[in-house]
């Protein structure tokens, strides 16, 4: 029994190691949004801008704020309005008025066969006329000169994609310890700087923000490709390097932010939807995964009271870089790297939000978003 401690946390250990000098390695090297000078006018192309909107009365205000700041020359933002129920359609009716740039699509109707955010990105895109679209979200604020600085690292880079990580607004302990660790399984299960890489399987997909070559989105195939996806966003992204077009990722900071989810229940219950469609709503997988992170970030908390000898050490060397994986995954995101403490914490409420994602999924056939059912089978087919 010593033994089989001690080589389980010998390998703990070394998945610490490894991981964490790739991801930190990895995280120095992508480019960030403030290194690139704003495009000058004269380099611009004209960019369609857009984003789906469905019942988001209560961010929308704030970012249409934003949007109408923008610093872009040839600029043209496509808002849909998805069978909304509240005030969204009335109040980007009003923000026609004060931007002259925002056209809006109305949907009235899904047709079978497509989930309700990849049909209004397809929407979008048909009425778009843009040579570079920006795939985005309808609570995401933009600086002005974002967009500026972002066409021109595209173009410095010579991508046909770019996908930026942005600011998360984060509020209170519960939200920094969950979003804190939800960013480094991110950081973990990708690979950002491999995406650029065109001999790298690698490829990365965020929703906040996408900006691609309309003929590379038009070549991988656009949303109809993504129609019953629900990880839409990531997926964009492998179907653009499928494609066999130049992609790349990068550091927005607060040149872009979010504010994603309100408190912990509100996390809880966003993700609902997501988590087990990241297994590819493989019930294996969700078990594969979830004893995965209890044993790389729980177990050497638990073990470290009882170890002794070298497998003390291994437990040490696990716990310390996982607390400072996550100590400077938080400095990055504005949050103190005390929260690198909370690892652990993290760690169980993501397992517990994984699963969750998973009983409730299979309970109810399949998924629920926005007001909407979508039967399993159907989302097992259109998996990309």
């Not at 930190?24 to 004269?42: E, H, I, M, T």
């Not at 004060?98 to 497509?114: D, S």
């Not at 909370?342 to 926005?370: C, E, N």
Request: with cysteine; hydrophobic share 50%; aromatic share 10%.
């Amino acid at each position: 029994m010593h033994q089989i401690g001690l080589f389980l946390f010998a390998f703990i250990a070394l998945f610490w190691v490894f991981h964490g000098v790739r991801v930190a390695w990895g995280a120095l090297q992508l480019p960030r949004l403030r290194d690139y000078l704003p495009a000058n006018d004269a380099d611009y192309p004209k960019i369609s801008l857009i984003f789906a909107a469905r019942d988001e009365e209560e961010k929308l205000p704030a970012a249409l704020a934003t949007l109408k700041e923008i610093d872009y020359p040839a600029l043209e933002i496509i808002a849909v309005n998805d069978r909304s129920g509240d005030c969204t359609g009335q109040i980007l009716k009003d923000a026609t008025v004060r931007n002259a740039r925002l056209k809006i699509v109305t949907v009235e109707a899904l047709p079978t066969g497509w989930l309700g955010k990849p049909h209004a990105l397809q929407q979008a895109y048909e009425a778009s006329s843009g040579d570079w679209l920006l795939f985005t979200d309808a609570d995401v604020q933009f600086r002005p000169d974002a967009i500026r600085r972002a066409i021109a690292m595209a173009q410095a880079r010579e991508l046909d994609h770019l996908t930026l990580m942005g600011d998360l607004e984060m509020h209170g302990f519960w939200e920094k310890t969950v979003l804190t660790f939800f960013a480094l399984g991110f950081y973990l299960a990708t690979n950002p700087r491999g995406v650029s890489n065109p001999r790298s399987t690698a490829y990365l997909g965020i929703g906040a923000f996408q900006l691609l070559r309309r003929s590379a989105y038009e070549r991988a195939g656009t949303h109809r490709r993504l129609a019953m996806e629900v990880v839409d966003d990531m997926k964009l992204g492998k179907i653009v390097k499928q494609a066999g077009c130049r992609s790349g990722a990068g550091l927005a900071e607060d040149y872009v932010s979010v504010r994603w989810h309100a408190g912990l229940g509100n996390i809880v219950r966003g993700v609902t939807k997501n988590f087990f469609a990241t297994t590819g709503f493989r019930v294996l997988m969700a078990a594969l995964q979830a004893t995965g992170l209890f044993v790389t970030s729980i177990l050497p908390f638990l073990a470290l009271p009882f170890a002794r000898g070298w497998t003390l050490g291994f437990v040490l060397v696990s716990v310390a870089v996982a607390v400072v994986f996550q100590g400077a995954t938080a400095v990055v995101m504005r949050a103190s790297p005390l929260y690198g403490l909370t690892h652990p914490l993290g760690a169980a409420i993501f397992i517990y939000m994984l699963l969750r994602s998973t009983v409730v999924t299979l309970k109810q056939g399949g998924v629920i978003w926005r007001d909407t059912f979508y039967p399993l089978d159907e989302l097992r087919r259109g998996i990309v």
